[in-house]
Structure formats: C-alpha cells, structure tokens
T-cell receptor
C-alpha cells in the first residue's frame, strides 16, 4: 500500500534553532499533503494543507512564517519549524490524500530545550 | 459545521470483555468515517473505514464499527479486549474521499486490565 516516510522520528533542538521535518511518498505521488500537530494527550489539529507547486494553506492561528511548508515535488513535502521555542515542542504528523483514503507518516516528536 | 464527537475520553475494560468506543458526527453530507489507533509515541494506524458501502464495517484486530445514519453514530466495538488493545483511539471524518483534510475527534484512551 501507499507509504509515507517521515523523518526524523525524534529530534531535540536548542531554542532559537530551526528544524526540518520531511515526508516522502515512497510509491505514489502525493499531490496534497496535510500537516498536523498533536499536543500531549490531545487530538490532532490540522496546521496546513500543501499542494505540489503552490503555496500552503494555513489554518487560522498557525504562523506561516514560523512553520514553513515546502511541497516542491510530488514525492516530498517538508515542514520547517523556524526559531523554535519550547512551546513548539509537539508531535508533528504528515498525511497524504489518496483516491481511496489517507495515509500517515509515523510522526516526529520535537523537543525544544 | 462539520464535527466529530467522541463521547468518552477514557474507557477501562478487563481483558476478555467487550469494548465499546462511542463516536457521533455532524454532517450535512454523507461522510467517510474512519477509526485510527495510536500507541504511545507512535504514528496512526487505520483500524477501519466506512465509505458508503456496507454499514457494518470490519477492521483489523477484531474491531468493527456500525454506521447508523439515523443516529449519526459510528461506534467502534470489539467482542473481547486484549492487553495489546490499550491505546488511544480516534474517530475521524472526511467530507470528500480525497483532497480535503480529516477532522479528528478528541480521542478515547482505552485501558485494559488483566
């Protein structure tokens, strides 16, 4: 089946640095990629929707200058957390839309210290 | 507005007893409905999905769910809980088959005791 490979699975960074999270579709072309954020013991909240070759659409309250999304090819979408702060610590998950449903990356646990 | 409500934030059962995780949705359209499971610090795994075919949907690991349009419900059940079923469960709705984001319920934590 369709697989989305998400890396890294876990990252610890210093406050003020930037972190890039990658999601690659391994055996299909992901025209649309969704990025979710999950706080501890909470549900997944949609951050943004990215379409290949165009600017991402951000949900209300999500800072587009802080969470940079690039979807330059049909197999790669990236989320860069810029100038990370401890409150950005969270679990980030990408998801690709398919004709028959959705597939998820395995998630990235970001800890900002 | 579209929404999905998981009625219980936490469900505790004993091993070998039935599991019921409740979910209601609101929709003006016929949605696609999913149940996902998430184990600690892991990604999401699809248990089952409803896409306007049979109203009783069978999934993996013995789980099943019944779509009841009159009650706008999609409750998840399993006849006999196993210790490995302890996890977080999300009821999820989509209003198009592809191209739109999913809406997640707040999740239900299932605890299984021996």
């Amino acid at each position: 089946g369709a697989v989305v490979s998400q890396h890294p699975s876990r990252v610890i960074c210093k406050s003020g640095t930037s972190v890039k999270i990658e999601c690659r579709s391994l055996d299909f072309q992901a025209t649309t990629m969704f990025w979710y954020r999950q706080f501890p013991k909470q549900s997944l909240m949609l951050m943004a929707t990215s379409n290949e070759g165009s600017k991402a659409t951000y949900e209300q309250g999500v800072e587009k200058d802080k969470f940079l999304i690039n979807h330059a090819s049909l197999t790669l979408s990236t989320l860069t957390v810029t100038s990370a702060h401890p409150e950005d610590s969270s679990f980030y998950i990408c998801s690709a839309s398919l004709d028959y449903g959705y597939t998820f990356g395995s998630g990235t646990r970001l800890t900002v210290v | 507005a579209q929404s999905v409500t998981q009625l219980d934030s936490h469900v505790s059962v004993s091993e070998g007893t039935p599991v019921l995780l409740r979910c209601n949705y609101s929709s003006s359209y016929s949605p696609s409905l999913f149940w996902y499971v998430q184990h600690p610090n892991k990604g999401l795994q699809l248990l089952l999905k409803y896409t306007s075919a049979a109203t009783l949907v069978k999934g993996i690991n013995g789980f099943e769910a019944e779509f009841k349009k009159s009650e706008t419900s999609f409750h998840l059940t399993k006849p006999s809980a196993h210790m490995s079923d302890a996890a977080e469960y999300f009821c999820v709705v989509a209003y198009n088959q592809a191209g739109t984001a999913l809406i997640f319920g707040k999740g239900t934590t299932l605890s299984v005791s021996s």
